[in-house]
T-cell receptor, first 115, second 111 residues
Framework: GAVVSQHPSRVICKSGTSVKIECRSLDFQATTMFWYRQFPKQSLMLMATSNEGSKATYEQGVEKDKFLINHASLTLSTLTVTSAHPEDSSFYIC???????????FGSGTQLSVL | DAKTTQPPSMDCAEGRAANLPCNHSTISGNEYVYWYRQIHSQGPQYIIHGLKNNETNEMASLIITEDRKSSTLILPHATLRDTAVYYCIVRPNTNDYKLSFGAGTTVTVRA
């Protein structure tokens, strides 16, 4: 099946710093990628939809200036958490659609801990 | 705006079939039923999807009622590694359409 690679798997940073998370589709081209956030014992919450070559579409309540998304190629989307604070600590997951959009494949997630 | 309803949890015995129900009474004609699962601290894993016919693959079977208002995911021989949160999601079958996750069903397979 299609593979989505997400990096890093875990990051610990100091409050106020920025963190970049990469999401790559390894064996297919993804015109659309999605970014999710998951807090402990909760379900996945969609943050934004990332389209190659255009601005991301953010869900209500998600700050676009804080969570910068770049989808510069058909195989790479990045999420940058700017000026991270402890409340941004969460599990971030990306997903991408292969082929005709029948299936979404997910990365393995990034556990962000902000001290 | 949850479009599906699932029981919060269920237990099943290792080696037995696990039947996971899902209600989606407001499903639209162009929406498919998708099932994903998430093992602790991992990204969700695709299991199966269908429109109106029953589907089977190497992981599971999906039974959709004739009126499409509910479905059942069947894991034929549950193993301990099937312990996960299972999500039933309805979604149009297009590239740019998001998956919206509800609370899912926490399935615990016991030896």
């Amino acid at each position: 099946g299609a593979v989505v690679s997400q990096h890093p798997s875990r990051v610990i940073c100091k409050s106020g710093t920025s963190v970049k998370i990469e999401c790559r589709s390894l064996d297919f081209q993804a015109t659309t990628m999605f970014w999710y956030r998951q807090f402990p014992k909760q379900s996945l919450m969609l943050m934004a939809t990332s389209n190659e070559g255009s601005k991301a579409t953010y869900e209500q309540g998600v700050e676009k200036d804080k969570f910068l998304i770049n989808h510069a190629s058909l195989t790479l989307s990045t999420l940058t958490v700017t000026s991270a604070h402890p409340e941004d600590s969460s599990f971030y997951i990306c997903s991408a659609s292969a082929g005709r959009g029948e299936k979404l494949f997910f990365g393995s997630g990034t556990q962000l801990s902000v001290l | 705006d949850a479009k599906t309803t699932q029981p919060p949890s269920m237990d099943c015995a290792e080696g037995r079939a696990a039947n996971l129900p899902c209600n989606h009474s407001t499903i639209s004609g162009n929406e498919y039923v998708y099932w994903y699962r998430q093992i602790h601290s991992q990204g969700p894993q695709y299991i199966i999807h269908g429109l109106k016919n029953n589907e089977t693959n190497e992981m599971a079977s999906l039974i959709i009622t004739e009126d499409r208002k509910s479905s059942t995911l069947i894991l034929p021989h549950a193993t301990l590694r099937d312990t996960a949160v299972y999500y039933c999601i309805v979604r149009p079958n297009t590239n740019d359409y998001k998956l919206s996750f509800g609370a899912g069903t926490t399935v615990t397979v016991r030896a």
